[in-house]
């Protein structure tokens, strides 16, 4: 699975953007996440949606500010993000794999990576 991102940028605190990755290839993957890595940290979930049915899991520290979702004819999964705060800096990654419930909300649980997209929140 070959997997493109795209809608970072820099944003005022309390700003929304979107991200977009869209996949081509095999896509026989259960999970579509998101995932984010600031400088000189761990790689860490933030949003991942169950690509039959729907379900969807969010970190706390996003959870009601992030909205993850899907459009199964495009292949395509968002991260709408409001109310962004200079701590969600980081480079976020789009991640797809045949994860179950157990492994996905960790990196272990996606054998397919996008390239990443720099989100900057200035305060």
């Known amino acids: 699975v070959q997997l493109q991102a795209s809608g970072g940028g820099l944003v005022q605190a309390g700003g929304s953007l979107r991200l977009s990755c869209t996949a081509s290839?095999?896509?026989?993957?259960?999970?579509r996440g998101w995932f984010r890595q600031a400088p000189g940290q761990e790689r860490e979930f933030v949003a991942t949606?169950?690509?039959?049915?729907?379900?969807?899991y969010y970190s706390d520290s996003v959870k009601g500010r992030f909205t993850i979702s899907r459009d199964n004819t495009k292949n395509t999964v968002y991260l709408q993000m409001n109310s962004l705060k200079p701590e969600d800096t980081a480079v976020y990654y789009c991640?797809?794999?045949?994860?179950?419930?157990?492994?996905?909300?960790?990196?272990?649980?996606?054998?397919?990576w996008g390239q990443g997209t720099q989100v900057t929140v200035s305060s």
């Open positions: 991640a797809a794999g045949r994860a179950i419930m157990s492994t996905a909300t960790t990196p272990r649980g996606y054998a397919d």
């Open positions: 949606i169950r690509w039959n049915g729907g379900h969807t």
């Open positions: 290839g095999r896509t026989d993957s259960t999970y």
